[in-house]
C-alpha cells in the first residue's frame, strides 16, 4: 500500500485513485477539458469532485505532439489564479500542478498544489528536482523521449518496456538523492511513442512494479484510442475506460482522466470483483 504526503496530508492509494484534468490551455488535444475563465475551472473542478475526483490536475500548457511551447510566466498567469481559487473553494482536494518549468512548480504550491506533475522528469528544467525537494510534496515522473515538439516523429526502441524501466531506475534515483520522498511513475504513453508502443506498455505493464513506487497510468482519450478505432478524441470515452480498467487489473495506482465519472465505475467494479 501506498500514501503520499501532501503537503501533511496523507492520500492514501490502497484503492485507486481517479486525477481530474483541468486544462488551462486554448489548445489541448481534447476541447472539453480546457477551461479558461475562473468560472469555468471552479465548475469543471466542483463536477469532478463531485464525482469522485481525488486529485486535480491543472496546467496551463498544451503538451500534446506538435504544441507551441509557452513561457514559463504566460504558463503562470493561467495557473496560479485558478489554483488559488479551486484552493479557497475546495480546501479538501489535492491540487497538482503539470508543468515542467520550476519557477511555475514552486508558484503553484505556494497558491495551494501539493503535488507536482512534470512530463519532463526534470530533464526540462535542472532546477525541478531540488525545487520539488525543497517543497517537500509528492512528484510525478513522466517518461519522455524528445519534448512535444519533436517526440512523435518516428519515436524507436529497441525494447520500449525495457528502455522506459531503465530510465525509471535511473531516475528515481536521482529524484531520491536530490531529496524528493514521494515519487510517482507515469511510463508516458503517447509521450514519443507509437501506437504499438502504447499497448506493449499497457501489456507489460505489471514490470513497472519493481520499481516499487506508484504507477499512473495517463492514456485518457488519446490518438492510441480513436485511431485504433477510427473515430475522434470526442468518441473516445468508452476505449478510455477499456484501457483504465486494463490497467487497473495491472496495478494502476492513478488514472489521470477526463470523465472522472466512469473511471471511478472503473475502479469500484474492479475492486469488487477482486473482494468478491
Known amino acids: 500500500m501506498y500514501t503520499l504526503n501532501c503537503k501533511g496530508r496523507l492520500l492514501s492509494l490502497e484503492t485507486p485513485v481517479v486525477m481530474g484534468i483541468i486544462n488551462i490551455t486554448p489548445d489541448s488535444f481534447f476541447a472539453g477539458s480546457r477551461q479558461m475563465g475562473l468560472d469555468g475551472v471552479l465548475a469543471q473542478a466542483e463536477k469532478m469532485i463531485g464525482e469522485g475526483a481525488a486529485i486535480l490536475d491543472l ?62 522528469a526534470g530533464l526540462l528544467d535542472n532546477a525541478m528536482l531540488t525545487t520539488v525537494a525543497a517543497l517537500q510534496v509528492p512528484y510525478i515522473c513522466m517518461h519522455m523521449k524528445g519534448d512535444p515538439q519533436t517526440m512523435q516523429q518516428s519515436p524507436q526502441y529497441d525494447n520500449v518496456t525495457i528502455e522506459v524501466l531503465d530510465f525509471f531506475i535511473k531516475r528515481i534515483e536521482d529524484c531520491r538523492k536530490a531529496g524528493i520522498t514521494d515519487i510517482i511513475a507515469d511510463p508516458g504513453l503517447g509521450f514519443g511513442k507509437t501506437i504499438a508502443h502504447n499497448f506493449q506498455l499497457i501489456r507489460e505493464w505489471d514490470t513497472f512494479k519493481m520499481l516499487d513506487v506508484p504507477l499512473l497510468m495517463g492514456i485518457s482519450r488519446k490518438s492510441t484510442i480513436y485511431k485504433t478505432l477510427g ?19 495491472k496495478s494502476a495506482q492513478i488514472l489521470r482522466v477526463h470523465d472522472v465519472k466512469e473511471a471511478c465505475e472503473a475502479i469500484i467494479l474492479v475492486k469488487a470483483m477482486a473482494n468478491a
Open 59 to 120: 496546467g496551463g500548457q498544451s503538451t500534446r505532439p506538435g504544441a507551441e511551447r509557452v513561457a514559463a510566466d504566460d504558463e503562470m498567469k493561467r495557473v496560479v489564479p485558478a489554483i488559488e481559487a479551486v484552493s479557497r473553494r475546495f480546501p479538501d482536494v489535492e491540487i497538482s500542478i503539470d508543468t515542467f518549468y520550476s519557477i511555475v512548480a514552486k508558484a503553484a504550491v505556494e497558491a495551494g498544489a501539493s503535488i507536482v506533475n512534470d512530463i519532463s
Open 231 to 249: 473515430t475522434t478524441s470526442d468518441e473516445a470515452l468508452n476505449g478510455s475506460t477499456v484501457l483504465h480498467t486494463i490497467g487497473l487489473l
